[in-house]
């Protein structure tokens, strides 16, 4: 199915940019990346699709039969126990045909009216599915913003989310797609309707599937590599991709992956954030559910990315976006622009695109925090709800640094062999590059840290031996389990050949295991490492000084986090940072360039008014310029004129000890300063007991982050 059956007319809130077909240029382009994909092991085997479609099919006879049974148990007669069914559906990369080998399948049960989710769903099902040799790693989320059950079918990941619906049986030709489908159903119903709701539109909202499936493949692995695929770590998630390449395969109907990658780039560079990117307009409905809306809701004029789904009700999908995220995924579509240019003119490749970012070679300090647990199950129920508290540590370390300390998550976990039931996570620090040279400005960020370990001493799930620790670690510092193997590398030298690749598109050496969890994604970066290093030249250089006294071990604070006692003192070397500058933009005469409004499908594929960039320098120049009018006004719709707001200050936040805190912050204001003492990296801990008995903390004095010129700077720089 390679062309959608809407393929006659216009897909999308606006006209397309472009009508242009591919060139001979694009053809061999797209075919190089289409290897280039097969060989990093992105397509799983015939082998192994066979087993998923098992897998799937033997997954709706279980609930076929468990529907039946919850039937029969809640008294109806035989006739409507026989007619009783529930429906398996797919969604997410699964669904779109974008998935890799080993990768989850997301799935959805839909169920009748007396199938209830805590009772039967979650107490049945699950009792069922426990007692099957063939099931393994039975996980149960009841409590999640969508509860989810996750296992092991036959080896095969699984993610079965719950649909009740108003129905007393479910037809087995049942279509989700339709509004009514949502009557009468729950939030958590219509949450877990929406993901195959929303990746059902997005398939019917593209022109040709085909090539938005080698595109999305592309995008997610390059997000991948990049290190900015993660909506848990405040970047992107796999709908997130999906959406944006959807509307770029809308602006570029007849264009093939290759042309589509370069206009991914070309586009979402010159894209004015928080102008929303939309598939389709947003449609109020008629069952009252709340759609996004910023002219109307308070909440969602905070949305720094939105990217709104199509189906009914629309909402943002990256509400998770941060301004440091949102920054980093900037200088990213910059640099991914910029080699897509170098390939139209013959001077890079797909290699250099792939290029794995050197997390561990970008910033010359990190944070590093390590939780523990006391077995397998224990960590994975600790892992999943300190990850959902890291993305509030980097938004409170900026807000409360007034966005002069910028933080760079990790998007990943780390583990070491050595040290079981151990898990780590990092962020690199950089001062920020522009505004004010601060000298002799001080931050404080120790209680930065204790609201972190606050809000994550409150998991109501606590066990004891879940730990948490923070820690400033310096680059030479890292531990070697980061790395590949184990191996600390050589340090690269700093001027890389642009041309220079750590990914080989020739064999199978480059899986997708090389961006994952664990820490595998490292490497050179062809001289682009997001201007850390080579941009800072003839700049400032700051120290960043972080000190603190022992803490107190009087009284209790929260579960979870161990007792330290030593001394807190951490002297931050940060270079001079890459904050984002302005972009100018100047507003061309549309009278100049032809509009992009009156371009019409013909049917014959001929290039619009606005051809591919092939020709000249001059022909060139007028196809970017038309572009950037055409995105211009693509963001003049009924949202574009919002802005987003300061970050939201979370309610979860606001943690019991808040009244102490405040008190505490304005005796330091007028405490006198005292000359910060400098010593090595060490554990930023709190102690802390049971919440029942939880007592307000005596706090020692924060850290202090002092800026100083470099010319006032004591220490080594690495």
């Not at 997610?220 to 290190?227: D, H, L, T």
């Not at 991709?241 to 570029?252: D, F």
């Not at 050949?497 to 990914?503: A, E, I, T, V, Y």
């Amino acid at each position: 199915m390679a062309n959608n059956p809407n393929n006659g007319q216009r897909l999308g809130i606006t006209e397309p940019i472009s009508l242009g077909g591919p060139t001979e240029f694009d053809v061999i382009k797209t075919r190089e990346l289409e290897k280039c994909l097969a060989d990093a092991g992105l397509y799983e085997g015939q082998e192994e699709a066979v087993i998923r479609e098992e897998v799937l099919g033997r997954l709706d006879q279980i609930v076929k039969v468990w529907v039946k049974n919850v039937s029969r148990v809640k008294g109806l007669n035989e006739q409507l126990v026989q007619e009783a069914n529930a429906k398996i559906f797919t969604f997410g990369s699964y669904r779109l045909g974008v998935h890799g080998p080993g990768a989850d399948i997301d799935t959805l049960c839909v169920g009748p009216r007396h199938a209830s989710r805590e009772e039967d769903f979650f107490g049945e099902l699950h009792k069922m599915l426990s007692e099957m040799p063939e099931v393994t790693e039975l996980h149960p989320v009841p409590d999640a913003h969508v509860p989810v059950m996750k296992f092991k079918f036959n080896g095969v990941s699984i993610d079965l989310l719950y649909a009740k619906l108003s129905l007393w049986v479910i037809p087995e030709d049942l279509d989700i797609s339709q509004d009514s489908i949502l009557q009468n159903a729950d939030e958590q119903t219509v949450r877990s309707l929406n993901g195959c709701r929303v990746t059902d539109q997005i398939l019917r909202l593209v022109p040709n599937i085909q090539n938005f499936r080698t595109t999305l493949r592309c995008m997610r692995f390059w997000a991948k590599r990049r290190g900015v695929y993660s909506n848990v770590a405040g970047f992107l998630g796999g709908i997130n991709w999906a959406l944006l390449v959807a509307r770029i395969c809308q602006l570029y109907p007849n264009a093939l992956p290759n042309m589509l990658v370069s206009r991914f780039f070309r586009v979402y560079t010159q894209w004015r954030w928080p102008n929303p990117v939309m598939l389709c307009d947003i449609e109020e409905g008629s069952l009252g559910l709340q759609v996004w809306d910023p002219r109307r809701n308070i909440k969602d004029r905070y949305h720094l990315m939105p990217i709104i789904t199509p189906a009914y009700p629309c909402m943002n999908s990256s509400y998770n976006v941060s301004a440091s995220t949102l920054r980093i995924m900037t200088e990213e579509f910059q640099r991914g622009n910029e080699i897509c240019e170098a390939m139209e003119a013959h001077k890079d490749n797909w290699g250099a695109l792939f290029e794995p970012y050197p997390f561990f070679e970008a910033y010359k300090n990190y944070l590093q925090i390590e939780i523990s647990a006391e077995n397998v199950d224990d960590l994975r129920k600790w892992k999943g709800w300190v990850e959902s508290r890291l993305r509030q540590l980097t938004l409170k370390i900026e807000r409360h640094t007034r966005n002069m300390l910028q933080c760079h998550p990790h998007p990943g976990e780390f583990s070491d062999k050595s040290k079981p039931f151990h898990c780590w996570y990092f962020m690199g620090l950089q001062r920020k590059q522009r505004g004010p040279t601060g000298e002799g400005e001080q931050f404080d960020i120790r209680l930065t840290v204790e609201e972190f370990k606050q809000s994550v001493g409150v998991y109501s799930l606590w066990k004891h031996g879940m730990q948490i620790y923070v820690s400033h670690v310096r680059r030479r510092n890292i531990p070697a389990f980061v790395f590949p193997g184990g191996a600390r590398p050589s340090r690269p030298s700093k001027v890389f050949s642009g041309n220079q690749q750590s990914l080989e598109c020739k064999g199978s050496g480059v899986l997708p295991e090389d961006m994952s969890s664990e820490g595998k994604a490292t490497g050179v970066d062809g001289g682009r490492t997001r201007k850390r290093e080579n941009d800072n030249v003839g700049l400032n250089s700051r120290n960043i000084r972080f000190s603190a006294s022992p803490v107190s071990t009087t009284g209790g604070v929260l579960v979870g986090v161990p007792v330290s006692t030593s001394n807190l003192s951490i002297e931050v070397d940060i270079e001079g940072a890459n904050g984002l500058g302005e972009t100018r933009r100047e507003m061309v005469d549309p009278e100049n360039f032809p509009s992009v409004n009156n371009s019409k499908v013909d049917g014959s594929l001929q290039q619009s008014s606005l051809v591919r960039p092939y020709s000249t320098s001059s022909a060139a120049s007028n196809c970017k310029e038309a572009e950037k009018l055409a995105i211009e006004e693509i963001m003049t719709g009924p949202y574009g004129a919002h802005q987003a707001l300061p970050e939201l200050e979370e309610l979860e936040d606001a943690f019991e000890f808040g009244n102490q805190v405040k008190k505490f912050e304005e005796s330091i204001r007028g405490a006198a300063e005292k000359d910060l003492e400098e010593l090595e990296p060490s554990e930023l801990s709190v102690p802390i007991s049971n919440p029942a008995n939880r007592v307000p903390v005596k706090k020692g004095p924060l850290i202090r982050l002092n800026f100083t010129s470099l010319g006032k700077a004591s220490s080594s720089s690495t």
